[in-house]
């Protein structure tokens, strides 16, 4: 899968520049600070590879590598890289494609319970791929360095970058997910961690959060008229105050994860209230 990076350093870039550590449980939380008291500013998922700026007392300071996002992170959710190791990003890589996946011991959903459960865009490495069920079952190497076992339904190799039609229809398989503040994963979004990754499945890598959204470079002003499926909408008090964003699906309708009325990943009508009242910019992003 391909990717556009306008203004934003490459992965290369910024991993040449600083120590390594893949991320080994599957959800793992970005605070503030270096303290589970402060507030979650974003997360890494499994089998990421992040920068590490600093360790301290059990923590990291650690940065997402595909938008160069900084947060504290505890050091038991993370393995430290050697110069030079990598982890999922060369050779066979299976793509998590399912909300959530079941990783097991054994080539069985039978004889034991499952050993984790990692969200979609998780990437994970091959090592083998038998005959047996009919290639049922994928034996995987796991950021740990543990191996485990996935079903060949719930992944895809090569994920395609998508058309516009095909991330509408993928945007609606996250519906009824909770709202998570700082969430980035499909175990929880918040608004615009849930923009963000439709982009990137779009091929194209734009900022974490919801202003630098709207104001990035990668991004086309339009006029509410102008909308079309693919479009993304920014609310607040005014453009400078942007808090919220949600994605445009066509005919009056956004989806966006949301605290409003239901705290859930949800369909809303742009011109009920109040988001007909916040609407303070429209934006369209588009590969080159």
């Known amino acids: 899968m391909r990717v556009w990076l306008p203004a934003l350093m490459s992965l290369a870039a910024i991993s040449s520049a600083q120590p390594?550590?893949?991320?080994?449980?599957?959800?793992?939380?970005?605070?503030?600070?270096?303290?589970?008291?402060?507030?979650?500013?974003?997360?890494?998922r499994y089998g990421m590879t992040v920068g590490?700026?600093?360790?301290?007392?059990?923590?990291?300071?650690?940065?997402?590598?595909?938008?160069?996002?900084?947060?504290?992170a505890r050091l038991d959710g993370l393995r430290r890289l050697d110069e030079g190791e990598t982890y999922a990003e060369k050779g066979r890589v299976a793509f998590v494609d399912s909300l959530r996946a079941h990783l097991y011991r054994t080539p069985s959903v039978t004889r034991h319970a499952p050993l984790l459960t990692v969200p979609y865009?998780?990437?994970?490495?091959?090592?083998?791929?038998?005959?047996?069920?009919d290639r049922r079952w994928i034996r995987v190497r796991l950021p740990d360095t543990r191996e485990a076992w996935i079903q060949r339904g719930d992944v895809l190799f090569d994920p395609p970058v998508l058309s516009v039609a095909g991330l509408v229809e993928l945007s609606r398989r996250f519906l009824g997910l909770p709202y998570t503040w700082g969430g980035t994963t499909s175990f929880g979004f918040d608004c615009s961690g849930?923009?963000?990754?439709l982009v990137r499945r779009g091929g194209v890598l734009m900022p974490r959060d919801a202003r630098p959204q709207a104001a990035w470079e990668g991004m086309q002003k339009i006029s509410r008229e102008e909308l079309q499926p693919g479009d993304l909408l920014f609310f607040g008090p005014n453009e400078q105050k942007i808090n919220?964003?949600?994605?445009y699906l066509g005919n009056g309708e956004f989806i966006h994860s949301t605290t409003n009325t239901r705290?859930?990943?949800?369909?809303?009508?742009?011109?009920?209230?109040?988001?007909?009242?916040?609407?303070?910019?429209?934006?369209?992003?588009?590969?080159?």
């Open 121 to 133: 865009e998780t990437r994970l490495e091959v090592l083998e791929e038998p005959e047996m069920e």
């Open 52 to 72: 590490v700026d600093k360790t301290e007392d059990g923590w990291a300071r650690i940065r997402t590598l595909h938008d160069d996002y900084p947060g504290w």
């Open 20 to 44: 390594r550590a893949v991320v080994t449980v599957p959800v793992l939380n970005m605070f503030s600070r270096a303290s589970e008291d402060a507030d979650v500013v974003s997360q890494a």
């Open 194 to 197: 849930f923009t963000q990754m």
């Open 263 to 288: 705290p859930v990943l949800q369909i809303s009508r742009v011109g009920d209230e109040p988001w007909s009242r916040l609407l303070v910019a429209c934006r369209r992003w588009r590969r080159p």
């Open 244 to 247: 919220h964003t949600g994605f």
